[in-house]
């Protein structure tokens, strides 16, 4: 799987969007780009994933550049409970081994009042 | 609820003990996976099991095994157990098949064990 870079840490207001950054340009035609959080050392959630359109769904955004090396992560309307570590990682689905996912360091958001 | 279920939550042992975890995935979900969660390591993945047979594998030391059974659920068994062992230890699943298509994960809310 690709590697991903994310910063290390954010601050976002409360009710304004979270935009938060990965870097993966070593990413591959069929690895997909997924987001997960965890919030303090609870199960890791999953967020959304995509391949190379846009995605929405109830949780949040997904921007995926055109060249698919970067994306970004919107929280449309952040709140205190958003307040975790964001993992971005990157899986081929269609592999015997997609299951090697490896987390890196995520970015760690707080959301402030 | 993730439908992910682990057991036990907490366990406080002694080095040089064995412990089990027991992970049972989401209905339907053919994979399982094991992640470990230290204070200065993040999230390690450790090894995955898909319809009984070992699919992946990770940092997994050798006195660490794992077997998912015919009911789909999971143990993994953590023998010798050192100081440097204490952490999360987190079972996910997932919906993959024999063609390898894997979707998201979906994890237990994990065991935190504590070496004495």
């Known amino acids: 799987d690709a590697k991903t870079t994310q910063p290390t840490s954010m601050d976002c207001a409360e009710g304004r969007a979270a935009n938060l950054p990965c870097n993966h340009s070593t990413i591959s035609g069929n690895e997909y780009v997924y987001w997960y959080r965890q919030i303090h050392s609870q199960g890791p959630q999953y967020i959304i994933h995509g391949l190379k359109n846009n995605e929405t769904n109830e949780m949040a955004s997904l921007i995926i550049t055109e060249d698919r090396k970067s994306s970004t992560l919107i929280l449309p309307h952040a709140t205190l409970r958003d307040t975790a570590v964001y993992y971005c990682?990157?899986?081929?689905?269609?592999?015997?081994?997609?299951?090697?996912?490896?987390f890196g360091d995520g970015t760690t958001l707080t959301v402030k009042p | 609820d993730s439908g992910v279920t682990q057991t036990p939550k907490h366990l406080i042992t002694a080095t040089g003990q064995r412990v089990t975890l027991r992970c049972s995935p989401r209905?339907?979900?053919?994979?399982v996976y094991w992640y470990q969660q230290s204070l200065d390591q993040g999230l390690q993945f450790l090894i995955q099991?898909?319809?009984?047979?070992?699919?992946a594998k990770g940092n997994i030391l050798e006195r660490f095994s794992a077997q998912q059974f015919p009911d789909l659920h999971s143990e993994l068994n953590l023998s010798s157990l050192e100081l440097g062992d204490s952490a999360l230890y987190f079972c996910a699943s997932s919906v993959a098949s024999l063609a390898g298509v894997s979707g998201e994960l979906f994890f237990g809310e994990g065991s935190r064990l504590t070496v004495l």
């Open positions: 990682i990157v899986r081929a689905i269609y592999n015997t081994n997609a299951g090697k996912s490896t």
């Open positions: 099991y898909y319809n009984g047979e070992e699919r």
């Open positions: 209905s339907g979900d053919l994979s």
